[in-house]
């Protein structure tokens, strides 16, 4: 059975870090992605990871603050957020693909974390 255990979620001050952390079991996924979710918005994606190649992938908001890295032997994928911002609290999810499609497409991931909170006071 495939689980995507999200940790790392709080809350902290603008201009504060946090980091993320997604392990998946079960399986190897070619893509893992971070997606996040504010109160009365759609969901968007924030960042991806490709397990072959290492190639990774940002939203231009969060280009510059936010660094995804991987830990292969722990199947487990970081978000790295520096410089948070008040607007980037969101639940933030992570999510998890076989195939190597578009990553900023929620459709290309098969399954999903329960999400954790972020929230950035100002």
């Known amino acids: 059975q495939v689980q995507l255990a999200e940790s790392g979620g709080g809350l902290v001050q603008a201009g504060g870090s946090l980091r993320l952390s997604c392990a998946a079991s079960?399986?190897?996924?070619?893509?893992m992605g971070w997606f996040r979710q504010a109160p009365g918005k759609e969901r968007e994606f924030v960042g991806a990871?490709?397990?072959?190649?290492?190639?990774?992938y940002y939203a231009d908001f969060v280009k510059g603050r936010f660094t995804i890295s991987r830990d292969n032997a722990k199947n487990t994928v970081y978000l790295q957020m520096n410089s948070l911002k008040p607007e980037d609290t969101a639940v933030y999810y992570c999510a998890a693909g076989y195939t190597a499609g578009n990553t900023y497409n929620p459709g290309v991931y098969d399954y999903w974390g329960q999400g954790t909170q972020v929230t950035v006071s100002s």
């Open positions: 990871s490709r397990w072959s190649g290492g190639n990774t």
């Open positions: 079960g399986r190897t996924f070619s893509t």
